[in-house]
C-alpha cells in the first residue's frame, strides 16, 4: 500500500514539474518562433534590452569597474545616441536591426578601464568589432592610447 502511495505521489511531482516547466518557458518558445519568423540572423543575434536589463548591466559593469553608476550609464547613453555608428551597423548587418544586445558591455568596460589592448576571439560579422573600435576612438579622443586585435579562424570573417 505505502509503495503505491510512493509511486503516485512520484507521478503526482513529475507532472506537476512537467507542467510548470512548460509554463517557464511557453514564452521562451514563443519568442524564439517570433524571431525565427521575423528575423534573418543565423547567428550574432541582435535584440534589445529590456530595462531590467540595462538596470543589471549598468550596476554589474559599476562595480566591476569601480566607477559609478552615474559615470558608467554616461557611457550607455553615449554608444546608444550615436546615429553614426547605428547606421554603419545596419551596413554591416543588413539582417539585423539597430540594438546592440549584450555586446554594449564590451563598450562599457573598454570605455571605463581604457585597455591598452583590447582582443577579441571569433569576429563574425564584426558588430562587436565595431562597438570595440569604437570605444577605443572615444578613448583616443580623450587622450588614452588603445589598440584592438580581432582573432577568428574563419578568414572571410569580417
Same mark, same amino acid.
Request: overall charge positive; glycine content about 6%.
Given at each position: ?111 571605463? !578601464? $581604457? ?6 576571439? @571569433?569576429?563574425?560579422? &564584426? #558588430?562587436?568589432?565595431? %562597438?570595440?573600435?569604437?570605444?577605443? !576612438? $572615444? ?6 592610447? @588603445?589598440?584592438?586585435? &580581432? #582573432?577568428?579562424?574563419? %578568414?572571410?570573417?569580417?
Amino acid at each position: 500500500m505505502y509503495k503505491k502511495i510512493i509511486i503516485n505521489k512520484r507521478l503526482f511531482y513529475i507532472a506537476w514539474m512537467v507542467i510548470y516547466g512548460f509554463k517557464y518557458y511557453a514564452k521562451k518558445i514563443k519568442l524564439i518562433f517570433i524571431k525565427s519568423l521575423t528575423s534573418k540572423e543565423v547567428h550574432s543575434f541582435t535584440y534589445s534590452l529590456t530595462p531590467l536589463n540595462k538596470l543589471y548591466l549598468l550596476n554589474s559593469v559599476s562595480i566591476i569597474t569601480g566607477l559609478s553608476y552615474v559615470e558608467v550609464k554616461k557611457y550607455f547613453v553615449e554608444l546608444e545616441s550615436n546615429a553614426e555608428i547605428k547606421d554603419y551597423l545596419k551596413i554591416i548587418s543588413p539582417n539585423s536591426h539597430s540594438a546592440f544586445s549584450v555586446r554594449i558591455i564590451n563598450y562599457l568596460l573598454i570605455r571605463a !578601464k $581604457k585597455p591598452k589592448i583590447s582582443i577579441e576571439n @571569433g569576429i563574425g560579422e &564584426g #558588430i562587436n568589432t565595431l %562597438i570595440m573600435c569604437e570605444a577605443i !576612438k $572615444k578613448n583616443l579622443s580623450e587622450g588614452f592610447s @588603445g589598440r584592438y586585435i &580581432g #582573432i577568428d579562424l574563419n %578568414i572571410d570573417a569580417s
